[in-house]
Structures are given as C-alpha cells and as structure tokens.
C-alpha cells in the first residue's frame, strides 16, 4: 500500500483537500494518530475556555491571532458579554436548563463564567451548587457533555499515578475528591456524582480566587449500590456493586500516594460526600500524613460554629452557658458537636471532654445515652452521656431543654410544629439551624421556623430560603453554607503553604467569618454577613489560617508576608480578560 503522503493524493480526496494524516483514506478499523496544534490561535483560541474572549478580541488580537473572519465584526467588551449572558440565563424556567447554560459557559469561556459567578454570587450560587447540583448530578448521565475532571475506576488500579499525569496541568493546589456514595442528602449516587467535585471547585475559584488551572476534581468509582443507576443503560460508571474492604482500602491508598508523589506535599485534598465509615476513616488515616480536609465534617462544623460564635451578640450569652441538641448523629452533626466542643473548652480552659458534656446527640434509635455505648460506632461513642433512653426529638427537648437545636440528619421537616414550639418554650430566642440538604430534605423552612416562634427563633438552614414576613416584621434567615468557609479556608493553606491541617486552624476560621456579621445583618436577623461580599470575606478567612498555619510551624511558605489579609487578597485569581500579544 502506497503512503497517504504521497503527491498523488493532493487533490483526489474530499474535494481537493489533501488527506495529509491518512484520516479520510483510512478506514473504519484504521487507526489514525489524532494530531493538534500545540500553540493555541485562530479557530482552536476560539475553542480554548481558557483564552477565548469570544467578541472580545479587540482589532489588533483578530490580526495577530489569525482569528479575522473566524468572529462576527463587532467588538464587545466583557462587561456586556456578561450583561448579555445573565439576562439569558435568566430566561429559563428551570434550574438545571441554567445549571447546564453556566456548564456549557464553564467549557467555551473560563474567565467570562467566574466573572458572572462572582458578580451575581447570590442569584447563581444554588445554581452552580447546592440545590441544583443535587439534581444534576442524579441525571448526570444523561447531560453528560464532555469530561471535566479526571474518573479514576477500579480499572486504574495500578496505574493512579499514569492517570494524573493525563492531567494536562503540573502545578495543582487543591484536589476535591468523592467516591459518590454519600452525595447531599440523595445517597449513592456513584460516578454521576462528579457534578460535587467540579461545582465545589468552581466556588474555590470563584469565592476563594484559587487559580482554575490549580483545581483538579476527582471521581473515585469503586461501583454502586444504587439499583436505578445499574440498570440505566446511559450510567457513566461502573456496573457493578462497591467495592469494600481491603480493594477499597487499597485503590484508596494507591490515589493518595500518587497524589503526593506527582503534585507534592503542599497539595490539599478534600473529601466530599463519601459515606460516613469511610469519611471519618480516611480523614483519622490521613491526617497526620497528607494536607487533607473535610468539608462534610470539618467546613460544616466551622461554618455552624461561626453562626453560634455570632449569635452570642443576639442571645447575650456565651456558648459555653448554652445546652445544644442534634438531630443526626453521622459527619456532619459530630463533626460541628466536636468543634463546638474544642471551642468551648478554650473559652472555658476546661477539658474537650469536660465541655462535651453540654452536647446531646439524637440518632435514629433516639438520645444517644450511656447505656447504649456498646452497640455504638467509635464515632459516636464520645457523645454518650448518662440519662435516661429517650426515644425521639420531642422528648429530647423536654427532657435536655436545649438552647440550640441543629439537624443534620436529612429528614425533611422533622422539626415539627411541637418541636419548634417546645424550643419556644424553654428559650426567649431559641436557636435553630436546619443544615440538611437540598431543601426537601431541611428539617423546617424559615417561615415554619419564625410563625411557629412567633418570631422569636434566630434561624439558620442548608439550603436558601426567602426573606420571610411575620406580624410586619420582615426576617431574612441566613445559610450556613460551607461555601463561606471551604473556598477561603483552602486560599489559607495555599498562600501560607501549609502542610497539615489542624483544628486551631478551623476555629480560626470560623472566628474570622463570625467577625464579618455586621449590625445591619444582625438588625435582620441574620447571624451570616451578606452573601455578596463573599471575596472579602473570604480573603479575612484566608487570613487568620494562614496566620495559624504560622503559629503552628505548619506553614511551608517562608518568609512570613508582614500583612497576611494583603496577600490573601493580592493572590486571589481574577476573570478579568487579559490582553493578548
């Protein structure tokens, strides 16, 4: 067979295009080398999220980039390409048609998408995260467009470590990975749930200002339980149950050590929704090893903390006067108890254990009480205090009278009428954070909460809700979303360089995001400061961990920067377009 380079095919094959590859001669079984240009210009800029400006091309870039004739005439500066962009978005009825508008923006214009996310932080951030994420991800399949993001299977096992040197980028700051077993209060969602990975990182770029480029998601999949998604022929993943035990154990270990060997010590790894056995497992495993951190036990408890921390300036007490009551008694809800705990026995100079003993935790089978401390998991066992077996919520209450009740166990509408109005009873300003999410699964919603207060409650949720009115007072309830402490938290540890991850750095956190509540937020009730402001909220965050990070000699990053809030917020990425010579 002769060469698909020779002359003689320089006009014989579609239409006189030369088939210099062999790609149009071959056949179907032929394989073929897929070549590309390695300097990005003219129709493959266009093609690049990371450089295209799309109409923004100014005169000159159109000529020096071979991009004259590839772009409609006009020259439209970014700020109109955003106005353009949101007054679309706003157009479609369903949240997941603009969950999948900001997506496909995501790949065709990287810096146009974050300046959109951060300007309009509020409007879009259940959006691009919680709740409309839940719901992307349970049909991920089925909007799967392109890959974002690395999939590494039990079929990679061996070979971790050639995976992430798919990647195309060296220099990674942080790693969100999930094995979708736990994903929001949905459960089991397997590969599909790559849609957490990929908006949780989207947030530390947009919130946070970690560089795009130095974000990798991950997707663990050891398989799924989740019958549904089985026997769906448009799954993504495996078909086939999870993997368990030593295999598990073991693609897990591999992932870690990979990870540190290609990117380095500094690198953070967050995990995301994993189960709760396996959370609490990889985070005790790894501490002391890796810079690691989780969101679902760590950033949670920080971000509840802050409330709590805040709310002393409406309740006029200190914590360490107050009596709290979980419902929910998995990551999340020992995690916050934990950290509530840790910050009480500082307050106090007092023993961890010591303070723990004004917590109370309320599982499925009821009170978490002495007497159950043989039947209970390890992580469970600290928060078992003597009293007497109470069965459910409502008895709790009475029996513990709480100040504070926080749910964290996904059971939507579970604080009930008597269950509010019980907390009312005992407490002038009762102090009540339904945390589940999305919303259907929040314990109450913020008009539950104030009608059958009358009022009176300091509320706080997971998931968004409406300013609500009641008796010609208008009551805007806060989220306490993790997103106002992970994307900072994570700019800390970058800038300083950091390690480890320790608990001091976590109070410091909270400390600094509690700090940012102002007296107009506290005038409406919130215990949160305003959402829009989250860049500057964030740079204070990344501030004092970073300050810890150096207290602690946990900071890699040497000399110590004189004004810390400075560099946090000199370092944070900005999507504003750059001129191209």
């Not at 709740?131 to 349970?138: D, I, K, L, S």
């Not at 540190?260 to 495993?285: C, M, R, S």
């Not at 402001?533 to 110590?560: D, Q």
């Amino acid at each position: 067979m002769e060469s698909v380079n020779n002359s003689d095919l320089k006009s014989s094959v579609n239409g006189g295009v030369v088939d210099v590859y062999g790609e149009d001669s071959a056949t179907v079984e032929h394989s073929i080398t897929p070549w590309s240009l390695s300097v990005s210009s003219g129709y493959s800029l266009l093609r690049d999220p990371r450089y295209n400006k799309g109409l923004a091309f100014n005169e000159k870039e159109r000529d020096t980039h071979y991009l004259r004739g590839l772009l409609p005439p006009a020259v439209v500066d970014q700020n109109l390409q955003e106005k353009r962009l949101i007054n679309n978005i706003r157009q479609y009825q369903h949240p997941l048609q603009k969950y999948m508008a900001l997506t496909e923006l995501q790949e065709r214009n990287e810096r146009l998408f974050y300046k959109l996310l951060i300007d309009h932080v509020e409007e879009l951030l259940p959006i691009v995260y919680t709740p409309t994420v839940g719901e992307a991800c349970q049909k991920y399949g089925s909007i799967f467009r392109r890959p974002q993001g690395l999939f590494i299977s039990l079929k990679e096992k061996g070979k971790i470590l050639d995976v992430l040197k798919n990647w195309p980028e060296r220099n990674i700051q942080v790693i969100v990975v999930t094995d979708g077993e736990r994903i929001l209060g949905l459960g089991d969602l397997g590969c599909q749930g790559m849609g957490i990975p990929v908006g949780k990182l989207a947030l530390y770029s947009a919130l946070g200002g970690v560089r795009p480029s130095a974000c990798l998601p991950v997707t663990i999949d050891v398989g799924t339980n989740n019958e549904k998604l089985l026997n769906d022929e448009f799954y993504i993943g495996l078909k086939q149950k999870r993997a368990t035990g030593q295999e598990y154990s073991d693609l897990l270990h591999e992932f870690m050590s990979a990870v540190k060997q290609n990117y380095g010590e500094n690198v953070l790894i967050q995990f995301e929704d994993f189960a709760n056995h396996n959370a609490f497992e990889l985070l005790a495993k790894y501490r002391d090893t890796h810079l690691v951190f989780n969101d679902d036990i760590q950033g949670t408890a920080a971000v509840v903390l802050a409330g709590l921390v805040s709310a002393q300036n409406l309740t006029n007490s200190q914590l360490a006067d107050h009596t709290f009551l979980f419902l929910g008694a998995g990551e999340a809800g020992t995690g916050i108890a934990e950290l509530i705990a840790l910050y009480i026995s500082k307050q106090m100079n007092v023993s961890v254990e010591e303070s723990r003993k004004k917590i109370w935790l309320v599982d499925s089978k009821g009170l978490i009480v002495s007497s159950r401390k043989e039947s209970l998991q390890a992580f469970k066992k600290p928060w078992a205090h003597e009293h007497e077996p109470v069965k459910d919520l409502l008895g709790a209450i009475k029996a513990i009278k709480p100040n504070v009740l926080i749910g964290s166990a996904g059971i939507g509408r579970s604080f009930t009428k008597e269950v509010i109005e019980a907390m009312s009873s005992i407490n002038k300003r009762p102090l009540i954070m339904a945390l589940s999410n999305p919303t259907t699964q929040s314990e109450c919603t913020a008009e539950e909460a104030y009608t059958w207060s009358k009022g009176r409650a300091i509320f706080a949720s997971g998931s968004p809700f409406d300013p609500v009115e009641y008796e010609g007072s208008v009551f805007v309830s806060t989220q306490a979303n993790n997103a106002y402490i992970f994307p900072g938290f994570g700019l800390g540890l970058v800038i300083s360089g950091a390690i480890r991850v320790h608990d001091d750095m976590l109070l410091a956190a909270a400390e600094a995001l509690a700090g940012q509540v102002c007296k107009e937020n506290y005038e409406k009730g919130m215990i949160y400061p305003s959402f829009s402001s989250i860049r500057k909220i964030s740079a204070h965050i990344a501030a004092n961990v970073a300050t810890k990070a150096y207290e602690l000699g946990l900071a890699g990053r040497l000399p110590r920067p004189k004004e810390i809030v400075k560099c946090a917020e000199s370092s944070m990425y900005s999507p504003t377009y750059r001129l191209y010579r």
